[in-house]
C-alpha cells in the first residue's frame, strides 16, 4: 500500500537561503539515498501558512518507517529544525 509522504514548514526569517541550499544539497540528497524522492514542493505565495509543502510517495508503510525513524533521518530533521518553524511530516494513505 502506497504512503504519501507531506513535510510542511516555514523558513526562519534570516534564514531562508540558507534553508533553501540545505534543502536541496543535504535534505532532498539525504532522502533519496534512504529511499524517498521528493515528488512536489511548493511555496506559498498567498494565504495561510505553511510556506512551504511538499511531499512524494513511498511503496509501503514499513519503508516509510524505516526511512522516518533512521537516524539520517533524525540528524536531517534536527537541522531542519534549526532553520524552520513548526517543521512537520504527516504519512497519509490511499483508500
Known amino acids: 500500500m502506497k504512503v504519501k509522504v507531506k ?16 534543502l536541496a544539497n543535504s535534505l532532498a540528497p539525504g532522502l533519496s539515498k534512504l529511499g524517498f524522492q521528493f ?17 512524494g510517495e513511498v511503496d ?3 519503508k516509510a ?14 537541522t531542519m529544525d534549526s532553520l524552520t518553524d513548526d517543521f512537520q511530516v504527516r504519512f497519509f494513505r490511499e483508500n
Open 60 to 62: 509501503s508503510v514499513e
Open 65 to 78: 518507517r524505516r526511512i522516518f525513524l533512521s537516524d539520517e533521518w533524525n540528524q536531517l530533521s534536527n
Open 39 to 55: 515528488s512536489e514542493v511548493y511555496l506559498n505565495i498567498w494565504g495561510d501558512e505553511p510556506q512551504i509543502l511538499s511531499g
Open 7 to 22: 513535510i510542511t514548514y516555514n523558513m526562519l526569517t534570516g534564514k531562508e537561503r540558507e534553508c533553501q541550499e540545505f
